[in-house]
């Protein structure tokens, strides 16, 4: 696709729910990130994936979180047993290569815990 | 690993002056420093970056200047405009393998009229 597409757009749970996230990098990038923006806040790293290398997952907050990715395609960003501080925007970014390369971002999940 | 500091948290300037913003960070290896804009809802866009073996770039009324033995970093808006008030982050990579960005926690720049 022409940019980094990530569905769904809004997202309403229960708390104690899991939900997962799904982000499509642009195609040819090797590099994909996932961060978390809570309202007002900075950008929080949570996990990297790089080729085929095993993913920096030092960002995820605890073990309820999880990430996926296949190949240099999809990535599904799941979070088990949520929680409301989990309520934030979850950004995805790809770029071309690992590192001195622009990374650019989906729009971004909307995630609501109710 | 990569802490990035970022100041200020907010700014507020009136039109046609300048904005200077701030960010340190902490690991030596790093070596890319990109700048990214958030408008008010919207993703994050790059405006300007700069490698480790540059001190400085221009872009127009952007530039950014690099201290590699003080470990900091700036972004300069000259002439400023309304429509470059955002929300404004500076970020790192650890150079590592498998490396990552790590963003500071963002300036609100605001440009009154």
């Known amino acids: 696709g022409a940019g980094v597409s990530q569905s769904p757009s809004n997202k309403v749970t229960e708390k104690g729910k899991d939900v997962e996230l799904r982000c499509d990098p642009i195609?040819?990038?090797?590099?994909l990130y996932w961060y978390r923006q809570r309202l007002g806040q900075g950008l929080e790293f949570l996990i990297y994936?790089?080729?085929?290398?095993?993913?920096?997952k030092s960002g995820l907050p605890s073990d309820r979180f999880s990430a996926e990715r296949t190949g240099e395609s999809v990535s599904t960003l799941t979070i088990q047993r949520t929680q409301q501080e989990d309520s934030a925007v979850y950004l995805c970014?790809?770029?071309?290569?690992?590192?001195?390369?622009?990374?650019?971002f989906g729009q971004g999940t909307r995630l609501t815990v109710v | 690993g990569e802490n990035v500091e970022q100041h200020p948290s907010t700014l507020s300037v009136q039109e046609g002056d300048s904005a200077v913003i701030k960010c340190t960070y902490s690991?030596?290896?790093?070596?890319?420093f990109p700048w990214y804009k958030q408008e008010l809802g919207k993703r994050p866009q790059l405006i300007i970056d700069?490698?480790?073996?540059?001190g400085e770039k221009k872009d127009q009324r952007i530039a950014v200047t690099l201290n590699k033995t003080a470990k900091h970093f700036s972004l300069h808006i000259t002439e400023t405009q309304p429509e470059d008030s955002a929300v404004y982050f500076c970020?790192?990579?650890?150079?590592?393998?498998?490396?990552?960005?790590?963003f500071g926690k963002g300036t609100t720049l605001s440009v009154s009229s």
């Open positions: 195609s040819g990038h090797t590099a």
């Open positions: 700069i490698r480790s073996n540059v």
């Open positions: 994936f790089q080729g085929n290398s095993a993913p920096d």
């Open positions: 970020a790192a990579n650890r150079n590592q393998a498998g490396t990552a960005l790590i």
């Open positions: 690991d030596s290896a790093s070596n890319y």
């Open positions: 970014a790809s770029s071309l290569k690992p590192m001195n390369t622009e990374a650019f």
